[in-house]
Structure formats: structure tokens, C-alpha cells
């Protein structure tokens, strides 16, 4: 069966780092462009970052030029670097994948077909 599983959530005091980790298994990795999304409390869930299965890259304004996405195929993982972090970046933050034949909307929740469960980024002031 499909999984998405989210990894390196934690509390942090601002201006600091942290690593998530998305692992895939039961679909073809490669094949996938992978999303993360954020949602924090009483808010809708909004776009992160998304990287597709050739390796390009896209980034909400308000995180570009501290978090960085990587994927390795290989390990069938997505990385999501975080630094500089801000009180504002709190949430709770969501792996997601798309067939890449679909991904013409890479900022759209619907896009994407599978999600994993989340992990929670909580960053101090």
C-alpha cells in the first residue's frame, strides 16, 4: 500500500534549523513529484515547496531563500531544509505526491494524490 511517512519535526527557538524527511514506499518514486504543504492552527493548509521528478524546484515566497528541497531517488526520500527559522513557520507541515504527468499546479492542494500524516514544526520566539 502507498505510504508517506514525515520525519524531523520538533521545537526550536527562532533563527534556528531543522531537517524533515518524507519517506515513500508502495508506488514508484522516481515517477512523482512531491510537495510539502503547512497548515498551522485554525488556519487552511498552504503550499511550501514542491520539487518535481526531473529535480526543478518551487517555493512560496515566504519561505524562499531559507528552506531548501532535495529528493533522492535512490532512498526514496524528499528532504526539506529549513533554516532561519521564525515563529510564523509553526505548523504542522505535510508530505504529499503526484503522478508527474499531473503536476501542472504544483501549488494546489488537489493536485496531489497521496499524503502522509504530518509532522509538527513548533518554533519559539
Known amino acids: 500500500q502507498v505510504r508517506l511517512v514525515e520525519y524531523g519535526g520538533g521545537l526550536v527557538q527562532a533563527g534556528g534549523s531543522l531537517r524533515l524527511s518524507c519517506a515513500a514506499s508502495?508506488?514508484?518514486?522516481?515517477?512523482?513529484?512531491m510537495g510539502w504543504f503547512r497548515q498551522a492552527p485554525g488556519k487552511i493548509r498552504e503550499f511550501v515547496a514542491a520539487i518535481s521528478w526531473s529535480g526543478s524546484t518551487y517555493h512560496a515566497d515566504s519561505v524562499k531563500g531559507r528552506f531548501t528541497l532535495s529528493r533522492d531517488n535512490a532512498e526514496n526520500t524528499v528532504y526539506l531544509q529549513m533554516n532561519s527559522l521564525k515563529p510564523e513557520d509553526t505548523a504542522v507541515y505535510f508530505c504529499?505526491?503526484?503522478?508527474?504527468?499531473?503536476?501542472?499546479?504544483?501549488?494546489?492542494?488537489?493536485?496531489?494524490?497521496?499524503w502522509g500524516q504530518g509532522t509538527q514544526v513548533t518554533v519559539s520566539s
Open positions: 504529499a505526491a503526484v503522478y508527474r504527468a499531473f503536476w501542472q499546479q504544483p501549488d494546489k492542494r488537489d493536485t496531489y494524490e497521496y
Open positions: 508502495g508506488f514508484t518514486f522516481s515517477s512523482y513529484a
